[in-house]
């Protein structure tokens, strides 16, 4: 049962950073709330990292990958989440390539340095997530004392 609502949870966390991607993008905050898209990003490397977390400590995928121990499936976690991002912005270039230039519609990459911010902020998303977790699950006198 536990697992039916981690999972029910992962689903509504998409589907509102779905909705809220489909929304800029089609109200044009992306243009006009140059901020939007990096919250955006932000969001997503954090739930995607928390996606692999789970799924590497709390399942038996987890126990089956050989993983090693928890710093080694943080780091992949980490490494994970950024090449799900990067794989994001290459999805972004064929839309923009194929769609956007064909029916003229709004492209959803601007430039290289939009590319790269979202990569850093797929990036801090994720950091902050494994950084949490890792605090959150140590035994670290430092962290219990402040929480």
Known sequence: ??????????SAIFLIIFTLHLFGYFKGLYYSLH?????LHLSAGAYISAIIIWVLFKTKIGDTLKTGNRFTKLIL???????????WEFLEFFWDSYFANKFGLPPLQINNTDTILDLIFD????IL???SYYLITSKSKLFKRFF
């Open 129 to 131: 997530t494994v950084g």
């Open 35 to 39: 901020f939007y898209d990096k919250i």
């Open 77 to 87: 976690t980490i490494a994970l989440t950024i090449t799900i991002g990067a794989l």
């Open 123 to 126: 990036t801090i998303g994720t």
């Open 1 to 10: 049962m536990a697992k039916l609502k981690v999972i029910i949870l992962f």
